[in-house]
C-alpha cells in the first residue's frame, strides 16, 4: 500500500480504544462531543420530510374529515391512547359517526402524541378493523387508525390554514384524473401553492411533492416568492426548510439564490444548511458576513460559521479555523472546527491537527484522527511517525503507531521507521503485536 487508507469512523474508535490500553489506560468508551447545530422537530411535522404526499395518504384514506380533538383517553396502561374527535365536516369519503374515536397503539414509546387535545386538525382516517389488540383493550365500538401516523394528521390553526389544506386536499385528487405531461406540471403548481400557504404542515407536503422532481429551474417569479415566503416563514418545522434548502442545492438551482439570501437562519440547523448550500451553488457568506456569527454565544452558530469559513481558499481563513479548533470553549464548535480542516483536504492544516490529535478529549483525539487521514498523504504520515515517536502521552503515541500500521501495513516504511528509532515501550510492544494485541487485552 502506497498511501494513508482512510478508515471508517468505527474503525478508528476501535483503533483508538486498542491504542489506549496499548498505553496502560482505563478508558469508558469514548463520547462525541453534543450535536450543538440539532434540533428537535415538532410534532405536527417532524415525519415530513421523508412522508408520502397528501395526495398518496388520501387514496388510501375511507374519509378525510375536519375535526376538533375533545379528549384523549388512555388504555392498557398507557400503551392504548383513544383520541375523541367531534368532525365538523367531512371532506371526502364517508363517516358514519360524528364523533369518531381513532386509535394510537404506543407500546412504552416517548414520542409526541398522534394529537393534542383542543386541536383543530384535518385528519385521514381508514377503519380499523380486525385488530385483535384493539378489541381486547377499548369499549366495544367502531374505531378508526390514521393514515400515514404522524403524516395524517394536520394543524389547521386559522381559517386561511384550513382553507389553504382543503384546496390541497382537491387538487391533489384532481391530479390522479391527469396524464402525463399534465400531471407534473399539476405537482408542481400544487407544490409552490403550498409553499405560498400560511400552513407550516403544507410546506412539509411541499417538500415531499418537489423531491419527487429531477430538476427545478427555471423557477417562475411566483415559484420563487412562495419558495422564499416558506424559508423566512419560522413556523415552518427548521427539518423542513433545511430539506428545501439542500433540495435546492442537490437540483442545482442557482436562481433560486434570492430565495436562500432572504431565508431566515433562526436556528444553527438552517444556518449550516444555508450557508453549505450557497457555497454549493456558487455564492459563499463572505468573512464579513460570517464575522456575526463567529462570535455568536450560541456554539451551533459558530460551528456552523466555522464550517463555512474553512471552505475559504484564503490562508488567513485556515488559521482562523484552527483558532477555533484549538481554542473554542465549546467541544461541539472545536469539533466541528477539526472536521471542517479535515473535509478541506489542505495540508496546511495538519500542524494544527497534529496539536489537536494531543488533546486529552478522547472524542477530539479521534476526529483529529479522521481529519488526518481525510487530507491524507506524505505530510499526514510524517505527522503520525512523529506523534508515535514524541507525542505528549503514550497513549498519543500508541494510538499514532496503530493509525498507521492500521491504514498502511505492518510493513510499510513509515511503520519501519517508528521501529528503527528506539520507540517507547507501548509503541514496540504494538510493533510486536500489532492490531492482534486488542483482541488479546482490550478486556
Given at each position: 500500500m502506497t498511501g494513508l487508507r482512510?478508515?471508517?469512523?468505527?474503525?478508528?474508535?476501535?483503533v483508538f480504544v486498542a491504542g489506549a490500553h496499548a498505553a496502560g489506560d482505563e478508558l469508558?468508551?469514548?463520547?462525541?462531543?453534543?450535536?450543538?447545530?440539532?434540533?428537535?422537530?415538532?410534532?405536527?411535522?417532524?415525519?415530513?420530510?421523508?412522508?408520502?404526499?397528501?395526495?398518496?395518504?388520501?387514496?388510501?384514506?375511507?374519509?378525510?374529515?375536519?375535526?376538533?380533538?375533545?379528549?384523549?383517553?388512555?388504555?392498557?396502561?398507557?400503551?392504548?391512547?383513544?383520541?375523541?374527535?367531534?368532525?365538523?365536516?367531512?371532506?371526502?369519503?364517508?363517516?358514519?359517526?360524528?364523533?369518531?374515536?381513532?386509535?394510537?397503539?404506543?407500546?412504552d414509546s416517548k414520542r409526541p402524541p398522534l394529537a393534542i387535545d383542543g386541536e383543530h386538525v384535518v385528519v385521514f382516517l381508514r377503519p380499523a378493523w380486525g385488530q385483535t389488540y384493539l378489541t381486547e383493550h377499548l369499549p366495544a365500538g367502531t374505531y378508526y387508525t390514521v393514515v400515514g401516523a404522524r403524516d395524517g394528521v394536520v394543524p389547521v390553526a386559522s381559517e386561511a390554514q384550513r382553507e389553504a389544506v382543503e384546496r390541497a386536499i382537491a387538487?391533489?385528487?384532481?391530479?390522479?384524473?391527469?396524464?402525463?405531461?399534465?400531471?407534473?406540471a399539476a405537482r408542481?403548481?400544487?407544490?409552490?401553492?403550498?409553499?405560498?400557504?400560511?400552513?407550516?404542515?403544507?410546506?412539509?407536503?411541499?417538500?415531499?411533492?418537489?423531491?419527487?422532481?429531477?430538476?427545478l429551474s427555471p423557477l417562475a417569479p411566483e415559484e420563487l416568492a412562495a419558495l422564499s415566503r416558506a424559508l423566512r416563514d419560522v413556523t415552518v418545522d427548521p427539518v423542513v426548510r433545511v430539506g428545501l434548502i439542500e433540495l435546492v442545492a442537490d437540483r442545482h438551482a442557482g436562481d433560486?439564490?434570492?430565495a436562500l439570501a432572504a431565508a431566515e437562519a433562526d436556528t444553527p440547523l438552517v444556518l449550516t444548511a444555508l450557508l453549505a448550500?450557497?457555497?454549493?451553488?456558487?455564492?459563499?457568506?463572505?468573512?464579513?458576513?460570517?464575522?456575526?456569527?463567529?462570535?455568536?454565544?450560541?456554539?451551533?452558530?459558530?460551528?456552523?460559521?466555522?464550517?463555512?469559513?474553512?471552505?475559504?481558499?484564503?490562508?488567513?481563513?485556515?488559521?482562523?479555523?484552527?483558532?477555533?479548533?484549538?481554542?473554542?470553549?465549546d467541544l461541539g464548535v472545536r469539533a466541528a472546527a477539526i472536521e471542517a480542516l479535515g473535509a478541506s483536504g489542505r495540508g496546511d492544516a495538519v500542524p494544527v491537527l497534529t496539536q489537536t490529535f494531543e488533546t486529552s478529549e478522547r472524542a477530539l483525539q479521534q476526529r483529529s484522527a479522521q481529519a488526518l487521514l481525510a487530507i491524507g498523504g506524505p505530510r499526514v504520515e510524517s505527522a503520525l511517525v512523529d506523534l508515535a515517536l514524541r507525542g505528549k502521552s503514550p497513549q498519543s503515541q500508541a494510538y499514532a503507531t496503530l493509525l498507521l500500521i492500521?491504514?498502511?501495513?505492518?510493513?510499510?516504511?513509515?511503520?519501519?521507521?517508528?521501529?528503527?528509532?528506539n520507540p517507547s515501550p507501548e509503541v514496540r510492544e504494538l510493533l510486536a503485536h500489532g492490531l492482534q494485541f486488542r483482541e488479546t487485552h482490550s478486556h
Amino acid at each position: 500500500m502506497t498511501g494513508l487508507r482512510r478508515l471508517t469512523a468505527a474503525a478508528i474508535a476501535a483503533v483508538f480504544v486498542a491504542g489506549a490500553h496499548a498505553a496502560g489506560d482505563e478508558l469508558q468508551p469514548a463520547v462525541s462531543p453534543p450535536a450543538t447545530a440539532n434540533v428537535v422537530p415538532s410534532p405536527a411535522v417532524a415525519a415530513t420530510t421523508g412522508a408520502r404526499p397528501l395526495r398518496v395518504l388520501a387514496a388510501d384514506a375511507s374519509a378525510i374529515v375536519l375535526a376538533d380533538v375533545r379528549r384523549t383517553e388512555l388504555y392498557d396502561e398507557g400503551r392504548l391512547h383513544l383520541y375523541r374527535m367531534h368532525v365538523e365536516r367531512v371532506l371526502r369519503g364517508r363517516l358514519d359517526d360524528a364523533d369518531p374515536g381513532i386509535a394510537e397503539v404506543r407500546g412504552d414509546s416517548k414520542r409526541p402524541p398522534l394529537a393534542i387535545d383542543g386541536e383543530h386538525v384535518v385528519v385521514f382516517l381508514r377503519p380499523a378493523w380486525g385488530q385483535t389488540y384493539l378489541t381486547e383493550h377499548l369499549p366495544a365500538g367502531t374505531y378508526y387508525t390514521v393514515v400515514g401516523a404522524r403524516d395524517g394528521v394536520v394543524p389547521v390553526a386559522s381559517e386561511a390554514q384550513r382553507e389553504a389544506v382543503e384546496r390541497a386536499i382537491a387538487d391533489g385528487a384532481a391530479i390522479a384524473t391527469l396524464d402525463a405531461p399534465a400531471a407534473p406540471a399539476a405537482r408542481r403548481r400544487l407544490a409552490f401553492t403550498e409553499l405560498a400557504s400560511t400552513s407550516p404542515r403544507l410546506a412539509g407536503d411541499a417538500l415531499a411533492e418537489l423531491r419527487g422532481f429531477a430538476t427545478l429551474s427555471p423557477l417562475a417569479p411566483e415559484e420563487l416568492a412562495a419558495l422564499s415566503r416558506a424559508l423566512r416563514d419560522v413556523t415552518v418545522d427548521p427539518v423542513v426548510r433545511v430539506g428545501l434548502i439542500e433540495l435546492v442545492a442537490d437540483r442545482h438551482a442557482g436562481d433560486a439564490f434570492p430565495a436562500l439570501a432572504a431565508a431566515e437562519a433562526d436556528t444553527p440547523l438552517v444556518l449550516t444548511a444555508l450557508l453549505a448550500a450557497r457555497a454549493r451553488l456558487g455564492h459563499p457568506a463572505d468573512r464579513a458576513e460570517l464575522a456575526a456569527y463567529l462570535g455568536h454565544r450560541d456554539p451551533g452558530v459558530r460551528a456552523a460559521a466555522v464550517r463555512a469559513l474553512a471552505r475559504d481558499d484564503d490562508p488567513a481563513a485556515l488559521g482562523e479555523v484552527g483558532h477555533y479548533a484549538v481554542s473554542d470553549p465549546d467541544l461541539g464548535v472545536r469539533a466541528a472546527a477539526i472536521e471542517a480542516l479535515g473535509a478541506s483536504g489542505r495540508g496546511d492544516a495538519v500542524p494544527v491537527l497534529t496539536q489537536t490529535f494531543e488533546t486529552s478529549e478522547r472524542a477530539l483525539q479521534q476526529r483529529s484522527a479522521q481529519a488526518l487521514l481525510a487530507i491524507g498523504g506524505p505530510r499526514v504520515e510524517s505527522a503520525l511517525v512523529d506523534l508515535a515517536l514524541r507525542g505528549k502521552s503514550p497513549q498519543s503515541q500508541a494510538y499514532a503507531t496503530l493509525l498507521l500500521i492500521a491504514s498502511l501495513g505492518r510493513n510499510h516504511p513509515a511503520v519501519r521507521r517508528i521501529e528503527a528509532a528506539n520507540p517507547s515501550p507501548e509503541v514496540r510492544e504494538l510493533l510486536a503485536h500489532g492490531l492482534q494485541f486488542r483482541e488479546t487485552h482490550s478486556h
